[in-house]
């Protein structure tokens, strides 16, 4: 039992619950450190998970092989963006929207990336105009 994927954003002490939490063979991706620093990985938590079960009054001991990956999504510093912004602004360079849709078509927008058939960004607005 437990998550086939997670997507750990918060990274330090939190890191801990999302290996608790991954399923055998499961994918813990870690992108960015909001929790601050990077975070201590259990590499035996990795690996295995060890429980206790009581069943007819006799306690068992259980050891699964977890097998859970870890991916690491690179998402730069700060300062990466920041002159990413500035480039963009300077050279006045604009996404390529390819299709714009109101919040209430959130469905036909998906349905349209399912699709492929658009050049750019799909746009859904946040507003209810």
Known sequence: MGAHHILDIAGGDS????VQAVARGGVISVIGMINGGAPK????????????SLCHGILKLIICIQAASLRAIPVGERWHHVELHRLL????IKPLVGKTFKFGQAQEAFQTLEKQNFVGK??????QE
Do not use: A, T
């Open 15 to 18: 890191f801990d619950q999302s």
């Open 122 to 127: 799909i746009v859904v607005l946040n507003s």
């Open 41 to 52: 990985i259990n590499v035996p938590g990795m690996i295995w998970k060890v429980s206790l």
């Open 89 to 92: 602004e300077l050279h006045n």
